[in-house]
């Protein structure tokens, strides 16, 4: 049985994945944006170990986040599901910590959540098959300098996704950490012209996090649908992932234990 927190679980392809871990019998820690989303999940999932709060487009909510996920472990997770996200259909926002919120949700969050967490066993990045659209811009990261375009600034946020789940499996090479395509799912995310169902999202990063099968026990690998695929070039580039982690750090002040 393992311990399993995972982000933005009140709906989609987290809460299924939320379902069905604790139908396989491992223990979970749910996470909502808010109280209300909390409560709703609780009802949804009453077999939940704990439901820990906070909005990732807050710098200090997150790491209040971080260090209540550590207490409701009592310690180090088994394995973690970096499951929130937020799309690229929408205007440019800027949230309260200065930042371009497709960035602070999709990549800064879990940056600090690790950083700021025991290493787990397993760390499962979702990220999408547009990572392979995706163009490291560390010199505009909030897109002050370019004409807004939605859909690049989210495949920009899924590549720094895989570049940092391979950046954390070569630094840490006692946790394996993976980055998972999901599919085009139908979720208020994916919409409804989404082809996949939402189990077919959540079945991979479930596996990748239990499962003791030699396949699944992967690191610094880009999957999707159970195989492991070649992820965007840049990913694998040692000196981006430096300056993904540098950037990061000047971001938010939270340094990456090394």
Do not use: C
């Not at 207490?71 to 997770?77: E, F, K, N, S, T």
């Not at 370019?146 to 600034?153: F, H, I, L, Y």
């Amino acid at each position: 049985m393992s311990l399993v927190l995972v982000t933005g679980s009140t709906d989609g392809i987290g809460l299924e994945s939320a379902r069905r871990l604790l139908a396989d019998g491992h223990e979970v820690v749910a996470h909502a944006r808010d109280e209300a989303r909390a409560q709703d999940v609780r009802r949804a999932l009453p077999g939940l170990r704990d439901v820990v709060v906070g909005d990732l487009t807050s710098l200090a909510q997150t790491t209040a986040l971080a260090h209540a996920a550590t207490r409701a472990a009592g310690g180090a997770y088994d394995a973690v599901i970096h499951n929130a996200g937020v799309g690229g259909g929408s205007p440019r926002v800027v949230t309260a910590d200065g930042m371009e919120r497709i960035l602070q949700v999709n990549t800064v969050a879990p940056y600090v959540l690790t950083a700021l967490m025991p290493r787990p066993g397993r760390l499962v990045h979702l990220t999408s098959g547009l990572e392979s659209d995706g163009r490291a811009a560390f010199d505009d990261l909030h897109w002050e300098h370019r004409p807004w375009d939605g859909m690049q600034a989210y495949s920009d946020s899924k590549l720094y996704d895989v570049m940092l789940a391979f950046a954390v499996a070569r630094l840490w090479p006692d946790v394996l950490s993976t980055a998972v395509d999901p599919g085009w799912i139908k979720t208020k995310l994916g919409g409804p012209d989404a082809w996949d169902e939402v189990g077919d999202g959540a079945a991979t990063q479930v596996w990748l996090a239990t499962s003791d099968d030699e396949a699944a026990r992967v690191t610094g690998r880009y999957l999707k649908r159970f195989e492991v695929l070649e992820a965007n070039p840049q990913a694998s580039d040692v000196a981006l992932q430096e300056q993904l982690l540098e950037r990061l750090a000047a971001l938010t002040g939270v340094v990456l234990p090394r």
